[in-house]
Structure formats: C-alpha cells, structure tokens
C-alpha cells in the first residue's frame, strides 16, 4: 500500500539572503547550499495511510519547517517528499492534503464563508460544490452564524475553529496540523480533539505537532521525536515509555531530548 506521506532524506538550510516562498508553485531540483541556517538535517519518515501520527518536539526543532517541506510552501535544500506516491510540488500532491498552519493566517477582508470558497476555488472545486462543502463546514465547526462575519471580528476560538474547516474544506486524505490547540481554551481544545478523532475515524490520515503530551500519548498510534533538526526515536507511546524506561510519556520525552547529542 502507498504511505500517506514519504519523506526522504529531508535537509532544510534556510538562506539568509533569499526569500523562501516558491511561488508560483514551481518543479525544480533542490537549491544548492548557500550557508544559512540548517533547521532540518537528512530526515526520513513515513507515514501509512490512515494513521494517526505525532510529531514531537521543542521549539526550534524544525517541526514547521518540516510541515511547510511536506505543503512545498518553502524550497527545500536537498531530499524526496511523496504524498500518496505524487511528489509533494504537483498539484495532484498539494489536492491530497490539508494544512493547518500554526500561526492563524486568515484574511482579514473576507468573511467565513468567503474564506471557505475561495478556499475551494483555489483547489479546483466547483461552485455548488463547495458552497455545498463549505455550509457543511460551518455546522461541523459551528460558524453558520458567522458566516458574513470577517475574521477580525471573531474570537480567537473561531478563528482556530475556522482554520481547521478551512484546511478539511477539500477533503484532503492528509490533514496535516501544526500546533492546532496552542493557546486554546480548555473547552475548545477538547473540542478541537474530538473533531480530529471523527476526521481519523472517517478514514483520514493525521499528522500533527502538539506540545501536549497526554493528548498525544492518548491520540497518536505513533509518534517521532525531533530535536535540532533530527529525528530521535519514532515508535508508539508505549514503545517509548519501554525504550527510555518511563513511566508517562512526558518522561520519555525528556529523557530522548536530554539522551540526544547537544546541538553544535
Ligand atoms: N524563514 C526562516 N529563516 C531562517 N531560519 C528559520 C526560518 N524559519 C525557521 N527558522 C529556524 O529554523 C529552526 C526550526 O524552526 P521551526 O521549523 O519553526 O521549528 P518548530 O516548528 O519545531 O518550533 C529554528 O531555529 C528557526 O529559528
Ligand atoms: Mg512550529
């Protein structure tokens, strides 16, 4: 079977001098080094359709910078990236996924709704199609009664709840969601989860970076550790706890971090 997601080799050396969007959305070989900072460094992972996977790590471990790989929203440096077997620059790769960036980037002149269509557009999808899809999304999410409201003016939790409808409003098969409850409220985070449960329940593979470790012990099947750029250990809860004799999974987490070689 085809993994939801491959990653290769990955190495990220962000350039000083350059900017670092690939727009348009371009093919083209890997950038060759220029200095830099080196965030991530010769990753691999591989992620099987419809698993719920975890991706761990303190601030600065190049978590977003990988993510932002995976969405081909930055050049990468050298290495593959394959969403369901497509190469994570063509469209047909960009189509299977949907992302939830970490910082809440809402335009701030359109409205849910509008924020939902243009979204839809955006991914090739008719008109009744996504009005269709978008009515949906605000019941799930519910912001039906927003739905003229631009996002300035609606609450932080919307704003999240927002983000979230707006990343499932094409259906992709990969969510991928970065720090998807940071900041949130007790309430909303709870909610946030049991919304990602349905989406894997449903079938949806899950990639997500959280700082909460029960909530990622309790939802991710597996788990990869980063630090400096570097994968550490990838296993279950359970494999972890085993492998660095802990008790809870927190502990696991600070004994990987502490066991891992100081960054240079
Ligand atoms: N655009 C950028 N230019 C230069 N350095 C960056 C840029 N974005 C991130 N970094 C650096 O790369 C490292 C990894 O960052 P990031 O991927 O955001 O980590 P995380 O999401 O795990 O907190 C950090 O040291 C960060 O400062
Ligand atoms: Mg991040």
Same mark, same amino acid.
């Given at each position: 079977?085809?993994?939801?997601?491959?990653? +290769?080799?990955?190495?990220? $050396?962000?350039?000083?001098? $350059?900017?670092?969007?690939?727009?348009?959305?371009?093919?083209?070989?890997?950038?060759?080094?220029?200095?830099?900072?080196?965030?991530?460094?010769?990753?691999?992972?591989?992620?099987?359709?419809?698993? !719920? !996977?975890?991706? /761990?790590?303190?601030?600065? #471990?190049?978590? %977003?910078?990988?993510?932002?790989?995976?969405?081909? /929203?930055?050049?990468? %440096?050298?290495?593959?990236?394959?969403?369901? &077997?497509?190469?994570?620059?063509?469209?047909?790769? $960009?189509? =299977?996924? &949907?992302?939830?960036?970490?910082?809440?980037?809402?335009?701030?002149? /359109?409205?849910? @709704?509008?924020?939902?269509?243009?979204?839809?557009?955006?991914?090739?999808?008719? $008109?009744?199609?996504?009005?269709?899809?978008? #009515? @949906?999304?605000?019941?799930? !999410?519910?912001?039906? #009664?927003?739905?003229?409201?631009?996002?300035?003016?609606?609450?932080?939790? =919307?704003?999240? +709840?927002?983000?979230?409808?707006?990343?499932?409003?094409?259906?992709?098969?990969?969510?991928?969601?970065?720090?998807?409850?940071?900041?949130?409220?007790? @309430?909303?985070?709870? @909610?946030?989860?049991?919304?990602?449960?349905?989406?894997?329940?449903? &079938?949806?593979?899950?990639?997500?970076? %959280?700082?909460?470790?029960?909530?990622?012990?309790?939802?991710?099947?597996?788990?990869?550790?980063?630090?400096?750029? +570097?994968?550490?250990?990838?296993?279950? *809860?359970?494999?972890?706890? %085993? *492998?660095? &004799?802990?008790?809870?999974?927190?502990?696991?987490?600070?004994?990987?971090?502490?066991?891992?070689?100081?960054?240079?």
């Amino acid at each position: 079977m085809t993994n939801a997601l491959s990653i +290769r080799g990955l190495t990220k $050396r962000y350039d000083a001098k $350059r900017g670092d969007r690939p727009w348009p959305l371009r093919r083209g070989g890997p950038v060759p080094d220029t200095g830099g900072f080196l965030a991530v460094q010769d990753f691999d992972l591989e992620i099987e359709d419809g698993s !719920f !996977f975890g991706l /761990l790590g303190p601030n600065g #471990a190049g978590k %977003t910078t990988i993510i932002s790989a995976v969405c081909n /929203l930055i050049r990468v %440096t050298s290495g593959e990236i394959d969403i369901f &077997g497509a190469p994570h620059d063509t469209l047909d790769a $960009r189509r =299977m996924v &949907g992302l939830a960036e970490q910082d809440v980037n809402l335009d701030r002149f /359109l409205d849910v @709704e509008e924020t939902l269509l243009y979204h839809g557009g955006y991914f090739g999808m008719k $008109r009744p199609e996504a009005r269709r899809r978008a #009515a @949906e999304m605000m019941d799930v !999410f519910d912001l039906r #009664a927003k739905a003229g409201v631009r996002a300035p003016k609606l609450s932080g939790g =919307m704003r999240r +709840r927002l983000l979230l409808a707006r990343a499932l409003m094409h259906e992709p098969r990969l969510v991928i969601l970065d720090e998807p409850t940071a900041g949130v409220d007790f @309430e909303l985070r709870l @909610e946030l989860w049991r919304y990602i449960h349905r989406l894997h329940d449903e &079938g949806t593979t899950i990639l997500l970076t %959280t700082h909460y470790l029960e909530e990622a012990d309790e939802l991710c099947e597996e788990i990869a550790l980063i630090r400096d750029g +570097r994968l550490i250990a990838r296993d279950s *809860a359970d494999g972890l706890r %085993t *492998a660095y &004799g802990a008790e809870s999974l927190a502990d696991a987490y600070v004994r990987a971090m502490g066991a891992a070689p100081a960054s240079s």
